[in-house]
């Protein structure tokens, strides 16, 4: 993990690198880093970036986000092909990055599935980075409000 982070301190670009790790508790959990280096006259200045929890600790949470994909399959397609090519990462690790947003953010998958295809055209993430725009994206749709479900008969 150290010699991974060295690596990015040294080169510029966007990278995830999933980490298994054992809590406090003994416990083993799945870490994905999600990051980007950025540089200038080939000296890395900054890496920013987040830390989510990928473990699936909880076999109705998978079943649930598995019937939402198939009932929102197309936002989920467009916004994973959106992560597949930012992070130059393969169709099950985009996945994994939405099912983590979702978890961390306490949204529906479909949601934030949404949130994301939907600002792709959204002039407030504008940049030329589509990797700098994923994660300006990702970081607003975590301060959306929850959608409300409909209340009976209105």
Same mark, same amino acid.
């Given at each position: 993990?150290? #010699?991974?982070?060295?690596?990015?301190?040294?080169?510029?670009? &966007?990278?995830?690198?999933?980490?298994?790790?054992?809590?406090?508790?003994?416990?083993?959990?799945?870490?994905? %880093? +999600?990051?980007? $280096? /950025?540089?200038?006259? *080939?000296?890395?200045? $900054?890496?920013?970036?987040? +830390?989510? #929890?990928?473990?699936? =600790? +909880?076999?109705?949470?998978?079943?649930?986000?598995? *019937?939402?994909?198939?009932?929102?399959?197309?936002?989920?397609?467009?916004?994973?092909?959106? %992560?597949?090519?930012?992070?130059?990462?393969?169709?099950?690790?985009?996945? #994994?990055?939405?099912?983590?947003? $979702?978890?961390?953010?306490?949204?529906?998958? &479909?949601?934030?599935?949404?949130?994301?295809?939907?600002?792709? $055209? *959204?002039? /407030?993430?504008? =940049?030329? *980075?589509?990797?700098?725009?994923? %994660?300006?994206? +990702?970081?607003?749709?975590?301060?959306?409000?929850?959608?409300?479900?409909?209340?009976?008969?209105?």
């Amino acid at each position: 993990m150290l #010699d991974r982070l060295h690596e990015h301190l040294r080169t510029a670009g &966007a990278y995830t690198h999933v980490y298994r790790v054992t809590d406090a508790h003994g416990r083993s959990r799945r870490l994905r %880093l +999600v990051a980007k $280096s /950025t540089a200038k006259d *080939d000296r890395v200045l $900054s890496l920013h970036g987040f +830390v989510l #929890d990928v473990t699936n =600790d +909880v076999q109705t949470w998978q079943t649930d986000a598995i *019937d939402q994909a198939m009932q929102h399959r197309a936002a989920i397609e467009q916004a994973k092909g959106a %992560l597949m090519l930012a992070f130059h990462i393969d169709d099950v690790e985009a996945f #994994d990055m939405l099912r983590a947003f $979702s978890s961390r953010q306490n949204r529906r998958l &479909a949601d934030v599935a949404a949130y994301i295809t939907a600002s792709l $055209s *959204d002039p /407030t993430f504008i =940049d030329p *980075d589509p990797v700098q725009v994923l %994660l300006e994206i +990702v970081a607003a749709s975590a301060v959306q409000p929850v959608r409300q479900p409909h209340p009976q008969g209105g």
